[in-house]
């Protein structure tokens, strides 16, 4: 008889179960690493097509049914948060190194050697992985964007994408860049404008094409009288009626504005509407009316501008509005005109305006610019890159087996040796997705590290093993030691599960 009302499935079953969960997760990506990656066709349930090349996209529009192959996106999540890059590296990481546990499970060693064997290594390959540093110059950060790019849509403009990244990455921190997208125009025409893109047009032709001395009134929601609910009728039995109806909207109208203007405001944004007749007025008093702003554009605005957002215009006062020194009218040609506030109290935003043929190439830049000024900050921050390609893999790789595991010794050291074996999957997948052999390439690059060249990691494009410090292929080396961590800290948690323990759904009572 059951005593519970669960399914429950143990030990060795579970363990294999999860591991091959893993591996699952990792086919979805594997295909994607590196600049010989390929894309993915994505189609949501609304029938949306995104292609894409970037792991953590791909992962987080798959409706994941396991458990664990829950658990292991996350390891994506974690790293795109802390890192904005690696995300393929990671999963693959992860479900290599389960891969390899499940080799020597089948062998008889215990999952808790294992575990053991995994902390271990990870440690000595972060010692390892320090000494690998090099400190970056600027020119090595502009390396370290263009490697982020590689393999995307923004591959062909990536100088001119790089030399922005490193601009708006000097004023700001990623989350703070305020990016706007603009269809129709080459990627080389997009720039970094010095100042806070508003991103809707003026309203009215007669508004100002530049005000000084900017007060900004921020407003999240409607500036218009409300409506009538509907099946609400209006009965005006003359034209005085009428006229007299119109008179009073048209005051309250004014009252809105009269009482936003009162405050010293020369600008008013809202995310909502604008009533066309209050558009009007604004203008005839000077003042710069936006209407349908982003929430996104709007909370930028507000910080660097040291402004409050309000709900309604009654709520606003004097000392919510923002300030900057200018703003001023940009007509690009082709293009509908933005607006761009300069001398901003707050100085530590910047924007950019990613320029695309399509909306869809606009958005894989966006999020190569998104990985790429990440990285860039990042590297900038940690004063840390290491060469890419394969190459910190390879040496950590060559270091685990020929110094820790011997000293470490035991059964303990099978452990280290399968973490060893498990790094190279980088490389091993580097090659495969270039077409090369990744046995081949393993094995020369095995060999290329056997003197004092830890940086040599492989060239995807012609197949040889080369020094990628000077091929320009460069890494933060918090993106590498963060994979590291994270992909073996999950397949610890995965080898401690010895049971797969389903709840049943709870029987909802009825309501009486
Ligand atoms: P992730 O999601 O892990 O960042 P990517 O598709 O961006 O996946 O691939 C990253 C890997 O590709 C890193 O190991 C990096 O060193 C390598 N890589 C990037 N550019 C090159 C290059 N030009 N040659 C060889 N390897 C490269
Ligand atoms: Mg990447």
Known sequence: MSVTDASQQSS???????????????????STLGPKGLD?????????????????TIL????????????????ARTQEEQCYDGTTTAIILTAELLKQAQMLLDRGVHPTTIVEGYRAAVLHAKEHLNGLAI?????????????????????????HLAKLCLEVVDASRPESVHIMTRTGSPISDSFSPNGIVIGRQKMHNAMPKSVDDVKLALIDGNL?????GSGVNLNLNSYSEAEEYREGQRAKLKEMADHIIGLGANIVLTTKNVDPWLAEYFAKKNVVCARRCAASNLEAIAESCDGLIVSGWEDLEEEDLGSAGKCEEVIQEGQPPFMLLHDTPTANTASLIICAPTEEVAHEIRRAMDDAMGVVWLAKKEGEVVA?????????????RNTTAPMVGGR??????????????????????????????????????VGDSARFGLNVYSGSVVDMAEEGVIEPLRVVRQAMESATETAVMVLRIDDIITAKEPEIEELV
């Open 60 to 75: 987080r529009n798959v409706n994941w049914v396991s458990p664990i192959a829950k658990k292991i996106v996350e390891v």
């Open 388 to 400: 890419g390609g394969g190459a910190p893999q390879v040496d950590i790789a060559m270091h685990l």
């Open 40 to 56: 993915k066709m994505l189609a949501d349930a609304g029938g949306r097509v995104t292609i894409t090349n970037d792991g953590a």
């Open 135 to 159: 400190v970056p110059d600027d020119d090595l950060l502009l390396q370290v964007a263009k490697t982020a790019m590689t393999g995307k849509s923004a591959e062909g403009e990536r100088d």
């Open 12 to 30: 060795e079953t579970a363990l294999s179960i999860n591991i091959a969960h893993a591996q699952v997760v990792a086919d979805t990506v594997r």
């Open 412 to 449: 303990e050291s099978l452990a280290i040796e399968a973490f060893a074996e498990a790094l190279e999957i980088v490389p091993r997948t580097l090659a495969e997705n270039a077409g090369l052999s990744p046995i081949d390439m393993l094995m020369e690059l095995r060999q290329s590290h």
């Open 224 to 228: 218009e009288l409300e409506g009538f």
